[in-house]
């Protein structure tokens, strides 16, 4: 039988612990034999230090850091699975996600970064729609922006290995620097057409306070990396045209019909750990 990886799912935290629990709750009810779950917090106030203490499976640590991306690069340093995730603390994964990385993992080893889809939920679990990738396009991912999620993504621990870290000088867009830079350094993604993990679409979303901060970080990387040095009007223009190759790649695969589809169960319960509801709207999504 197939050695299985260990898998370690690194959370950053400050003050989010309303949400906190569905994350951990994810996490345990993935029943995979060997996994570890890290969440690094800030020095929360709120109800987050009583919630992880009723965890003791969680390694935790509360100290004050240097932001989100701080956190994540002392939980990767802390990890020891040969698969890694990150997952948010308002955000939670999908029944069977860690079969999908176990699977990805043992079915093609030269693979540095493995993703695949998300739906988008509201601060109740109650879908409002998916978010559908498609195959690897550096082109979309520099110019478009973000398209992986980090909810729905792994990666090999060698990454961290060969001190792949992320730049915490980011603060919005972190992800979006890391991927590309990964790529910029050779490292192979693949796409996984299958729904794996949940983001959390509320009004304290990073993304959403601070976009003008976002875009300036965007253009930072873009002005960096692209072969193409451009006025940042430029950069905006090519991030329309990225979306409309973006288009074109999810109409190739046929993730617009699934999108559709899964709209169908908007305003349901998702929180398959916690009600039977959760549990029926996402094997009915998993189909």
């Not at 050695?3 to 400050?14: A, E, G, Y």
């Not at 695949?116 to 990738?133: E, M, N, P, Y």
């Not at 409309?244 to 109409?251: D, F, I, P, S, T």
Request: proline share 3%; with cysteine.
């Amino acid at each position: 039988m197939a050695h299985l990886p260990k898998i370690s799912i690194v959370t950053p935290s400050l003050n989010q612990g309303r949400f906190i629990e569905d994350a951990i709750l994810s996490v345990l009810g993935q029943d995979y034999p060997s996994f570890e779950h890290i969440v690094i917090d800030g020095g929360s106030t709120d109800e987050t230090l009583a919630t992880l203490r009723r965890y003791p499976h969680v390694r935790w640590v509360s100290e004050p850091d240097k932001g989100q991306s701080d956190a994540l690069n002392k939980g990767f340093r802390m990890a020891s699975g040969d698969l890694l995730g990150w997952l948010n603390v308002d955000e939670y994964y999908l029944p069977g996600a860690f079969e999908v990385a176990a699977e990805s993992w043992l079915s093609d080893p030269t693979i540095d970064m493995y993703y695949g889809d998300s739906i988008f939920v509201d601060q109740s679990g109650q879908l409002q729609r998916t978010k559908r990738a498609h195959i690897f396009s550096f082109w979309v991912l520099l110019y478009y922006g973000p398209y992986i999620s980090t909810d729905a993504m792994f990666f090999r621990r060698h990454l961290i290995d060969r001190g792949l870290f992320i730049d915490i000088d980011y603060r919005v867009v972190m992800d979006f620097e890391y991927f590309v830079r990964l790529a910029i350094c050779g490292c192979r993604f693949k796409y996984i057409n299958q729904l794996v993990g949940s983001f959390r679409w509320h009004a304290s979303n990073n993304s959403r306070l601070q976009h003008d901060k976002g875009r300036e970080e965007r253009l930072l990387v873009q002005r960096t990396w692209s072969r193409m040095k451009l006025p940042d009007y430029g950069y905006d223009a090519l991030a329309r045209l990225g979306q409309l190759y973006r288009v074109a790649l999810k109409v190739l695969n046929g993730n617009y019909r699934s999108e559709l589809k899964i709209l169908r169960s908007r305003g349901r319960d998702t929180r398959w750990f916690l009600s039977e509801e959760g549990r029926k709207t996402c094997a009915s999504l998993l189909e």
